[in-house]
Nanobody, 126 residues
């Protein structure tokens, strides 16, 4: 699976962005998907995840109520809608896929993911 993230940019605090991650390959529909972020000088942080059937989503506390993860299996794409952005959300955002053919799970640990996309940079100005 190859993952291509897009949609980052510069936005003012309170604004919105939608990130997209397009996947190639045949395992997208059997993969849980996740978004992670890494700010300059900080460790990578889990942001959101969605299971393969879209029945379960899970978020880090700092983005709950502001970010929404979704997926379109027909388009092999996962999205991250980010509203009410804050300067603290500034980071490179990475999408990731965890192949889970035997169970409809979700994952919050980076080590559980098998494939990673390149980062897309989100900068939120105050």
């Amino acid at each position: 699976v190859q993952l291509q993230a897009s949609g980052g940019g510069l936005v003012q605090a309170g604004g919105s962005l939608r990130l997209s991650c397009a996947a190639s390959g045949r395992t997208f529909s059997t993969s849980a998907m996740g978004w992670f972020r890494q700010a300059p000088g900080k460790e990578r942080e889990f942001v959101a995840t969605i299971n393969r059937s879209s029945t379960i989503t899970y978020y880090v506390d700092s983005v709950k109520g502001r970010f929404t993860i979704s997926r379109d299996n027909a388009k092999n794409t996962v999205y991250l809608q980010m509203n009410s952005l804050e300067p603290e959300d500034t980071a490179a955002y990475y999408c990731a896929a965890a192949n889970s053919p035997r169970g409809d799970h979700y994952y919050i640990r980076g080590g559980d993911y098998d494939y990673w996309g390149q980062g897309t940079l989100v900068t939120v100005s105050s």
